[in-house]
């Protein structure tokens, strides 16, 4: 059974910094695209960004220059690090990731999500 598990939330005060971690485990065979999307309160979940297998990376324009995603395909384990941090980055941040595991027999291709990060930027 596959799962996503995030950590690094918390309260920061605005231009402040934190970094978002989020760890694979399971029966996992490879791990294609994956990426950070946030929630705010009252608002549609949105990408943040996106980082592929080979580490192309794509980000919103609302944190692009502010937000780096990293990867570490030896750990599968992908990164958030956000800085210059504004109080509308306030939201539950989710990981999600493209994975092929193995469900025996067979093998399984199914995109997975964490359960979600809260992180409050505010004075």
């Known amino acids: 059974q596959v799962q996503l598990v995030e950590s690094g939330g918390g309260l920061v005060q605005p231009g402040g910094s934190l970094r978002l971690s989020c760890a694979a485990s399971?029966?996992?065979?490879?791990?294609?695209?994956m990426g950070w999307y946030r929630q705010a309160p009252g608002k549609q979940r949105e990408l943040v960004a996106t980082?592929?297998?080979?580490?192309?990376?794509n980000y919103a324009d609302s944190v692009k220059g502010r937000f780096t995603i990293s990867r570490d395909n030896a750990k599968n384990t992908v990164y958030l690090q956000m800085s210059s941090l504004k109080p509308e980055d306030t939201a539950v941040y989710y990981c999600?990731?493209?994975?092929?595991?193995?469900?025996?027999?067979?093998?399984?291709?199914?995109?997975?999500w964490g359960q979600g990060t809260q992180v409050t930027v505010s004075s």
């Open positions: 399971g029966s996992i065979v490879s791990i294609y695209g």
């Open positions: 999600n990731a493209d994975i092929v595991s193995v469900t025996e027999p067979t093998f399984k291709h199914d995109d997975y």
């Open positions: 980082i592929t297998s080979r580490g192309s990376t």
